[in-house]
C-alpha cells in the first residue's frame, strides 16, 4: 500500500506578497506526487490562518478536490468516537483524505474552522480525538488523529482521548502539537513528552515542526513530516 503525508503547507501565508503562491504551489505538488496514494494524511496547518480569505478557501478547495477524481480501490469501514452525520460520504470518493487541523486553524468550541468547513463541502475527513479505519488490499488501516489545541492543555486532552490500537490493523497515530524534546517555540513550554504517546501504534505522525525526520520509536516508526513529504508505508 501506498499513503501519501504531508503538512504544514499554510496555504494563505503572505497573500498578495511577493511569494504568496508559493504556499499553493507547495500543495500541488504534494497532490500530484500523491495520484498514485491509497490514503492521503494532511498533519495540520493546511490553512495559515482560521478564517482564510474565500480566494485562499477556493484554491485550496479546488487542489484538493484532484484526489476524488482518481479511481481507488480503498474502502471506509468505520469512524470511532465521532458521528457518521458529522461525515459527507462526498468525501469517500476518489482517494480519501484525512487530516487533522492545526494550531494556526483551530477556533473556539463552537466554531466552525476551516478543515471542518472542508470536510462539510465533502473533500476531506476531518479527526479530532477520533479514529477512522479503512481497508486497503484486504488489511485495515487505522487512523487516529489529534487535531491541534494549546500546547499547555494537550496533555490533558489526549489523555482523556486515551486512543488504543484497533486489533488486527495496521494503527496510524497523527497529531499536531510540540511534544519534548520536539519543540515548535520556547514560548510555548509543551505539557506533552515523546514517552507520553502509547505503545502499540506502526507509525507515529507529528506535524507542526516545519521539518523532516524519521526515526524507529516504540516498536514502530516516528515521522515529522512537513509539506511535500511522502512516505510508503507497507507491512
Known amino acids: 500500500m501506498l499513503i501519501s503525508i504531508f503538512s504544514d503547507c499554510h496555504c494563505g501565508f503572505k497573500y498578495g506578497e511577493e511569494r504568496w503562491k508559493d504556499s499553493f504551489l507547495a500543495l500541488n505538488e504534494a497532490m500530484d506526487k500523491s495520484m498514485q496514494a491509497d490514503l492521503i494524511l494532511i498533519a495540520g496547518d493546511l490553512f495559515d490562518a482560521r478564517v482564510p480569505r474565500p480566494e485562499v478557501f477556493a484554491k485550496t478547495a479546488r487542489i484538493l478536490g484532484k484526489a476524488q477524481t482518481v479511481p481507488t480501490q480503498t474502502k471506509f469501514l468505520e469512524i470511532i468516537n465521532k458521528e457518521t452525520t458529522d461525515m459527507s460520504p462526498l468525501a469517500l470518493r476518489g482517494i480519501p483524505i484525512v487530516m487533522i487541523h492545526g494550531t494556526h486553524e483551530k477556533r473556539s468550541k463552537h466554531l466552525i474552522n476551516p478543515v471542518q468547513s472542508l470536510e462539510h463541502a465533502g473533500l476531506v475527513t476531518h479527526l479530532h480525538c477520533a479514529t477512522?479505519?479503512?481497508?486497503?488490499?484486504?488489511?485495515?488501516?487505522?487512523?487516529?488523529?489529534?487535531?491541534?489545541?494549546?500546547?499547555?492543555?494537550?496533555?490533558?486532552?489526549?489523555?482523556?482521548?486515551?486512543?488504543?490500537?484497533?486489533?488486527?490493523?495496521?494503527?496510524?497515530?497523527?497529531?499536531?502539537?510540540?511534544?519534548?524534546?520536539?519543540?515548535?517555540?520556547?514560548?510555548?513550554?509543551?505539557?506533552?513528552?515523546?514517552?507520553?504517546?502509547?505503545?502499540?501504534?506502526?507509525?507515529?505522525?507529528?506535524?507542526?515542526?516545519?521539518?523532516?525526520?524519521?526515526?524507529?520509536?516504540?516498536?514502530?516508526?516516528?515521522?515529522?513530516?512537513?509539506a511535500r513529504r511522502q512516505l510508503a508505508f507497507a507491512r
Open 132 to 226: 477512522a479505519v479503512f481497508e486497503i488490499e484486504g488489511r485495515k488501516v487505522a487512523i487516529h488523529g489529534m487535531s491541534g489545541v494549546a500546547d499547555k492543555y494537550a496533555k490533558d486532552v489526549f489523555d482523556q482521548w486515551n486512543p488504543k490500537p484497533v486489533p488486527d490493523a495496521i494503527n496510524i497515530m497523527m497529531i499536531h502539537q510540540s511534544i519534548d524534546p520536539f519543540i515548535y517555540s520556547p514560548l510555548e513550554p509543551p505539557s506533552m513528552k515523546i514517552d507520553d504517546l502509547p505503545k502499540g501504534f506502526d507509525l507515529y505522525i507529528l506535524g507542526h515542526m516545519h521539518w523532516h525526520e524519521s526515526r524507529m520509536f516504540k516498536d514502530g516508526q516516528l515521522l515529522l513530516t512537513a
